[in-house]
């Protein structure tokens, strides 16, 4: 049974700072990954997905690694707004297209 | 171009009753997924339609149906409420073609906040 897991649950960090959020799985039998944010009592927002046979995506401040391998997938954000402040949920796809989800990260960037 | 519109957006039930909630997917998808989050966790797979019919189910008890439409909208049905099944159920679709990845992204709804009391 897949299982994954992110750390750390919650982060808090002064505007600007650069942050790593980590996910970790079990099995490495996943199709892709894929980061979503998502804002209180909302839905998803998906920031970028990566294939299994790929190592990084990259879109605007973010960057997500992905080392299949090893079960880990890494989300760095570049200088940090208070815009940024969110659940960041990870989540890999296994077979019949079925995401298993971590519990997430709450960010809070402060002013 | 719409995207997955859920409905309704909140709703309050008592235990023991019943409730449906509706999707209707992004535009040219064809399968539709349903996801249950409670209050700080993660999502967990509920259940996956396609041509109408139920393909691929998580670790849900039978309270739990759904039914897909000939146009791929989709209902989630819970009989028999519990206290515990109050949690956001999100709506995710799909297109069912086979990717070199051998997976489809999925589009997410907003979901519909289910409380139960």
């Known amino acids: 049974k897949q299982e994954v897991t992110q750390i750390p649950a919650a982060l808090s960090v002064p505007e600007g700072e650069n942050l790593v959020l980590n996910c970790s799985f079990t099995?490495?039998?996943?199709?892709?990954l894929q980061w979503f944010r998502q804002d209180p009592g909302k839905g998803l927002t998906s920031l970028l997905l990566?294939?299994?046979?790929?190592r990084e995506q990259t879109s605007g401040r973010l960057n997500a690694s992905l080392d299949k391998s090893s079960g880990r997938s890494t989300l760095y954000i570049a200088a940090s707004q208070p815009g940024d402040s969110a659940t960041y949920l990870c989540?890999?796809?296994?077979?019949?297209?079925?995401?298993?989800f971590g519990t997430g990260t709450q960010l809070k960037v402060e002013l | 171009d719409a995207g997955v519109t859920q409905s309704p957006t909140h709703l309050i039930k008592t235990r023991g009753q019943q409730v449906t909630l509706r999707c209707s997917p992004k535009?040219?998808?064809?399968?539709v997924s349903w996801y249950q989050q409670a209050l700080g966790q993660g999502p967990q797979f509920i259940f996956q339609?396609?041509?109408?019919?139920?393909?691929q189910r998580g670790n849900f008890p039978d309270r739990f149906s759904g039914h897909q439409f000939p146009n791929y909208s989709s209902e989630l049905n819970v009989n028999a409420l519990l206290l515990g099944d109050s949690a956001l159920y999100l709506c995710?679709?799909?297109?069912?073609?086979?990717?070199?990845?051998?997976?489809?992204?999925?589009?997410f709804g907003a979901g519909s906040r289910l409380t139960v009391l």
């Open positions: 995710a679709s799909s297109l069912d073609r086979r990717t070199p990845s051998g997976a489809n992204v999925l589009t």
């Open positions: 099995d490495s039998a996943i199709y892709n």
């Open positions: 990566i294939q299994s046979s790929q």
């Open positions: 989540a890999v796809t296994g077979g019949g297209n079925k995401l298993t």
């Open positions: 535009s040219g998808h064809d399968t």
């Open positions: 339609y396609y041509e109408e019919e139920e393909r």
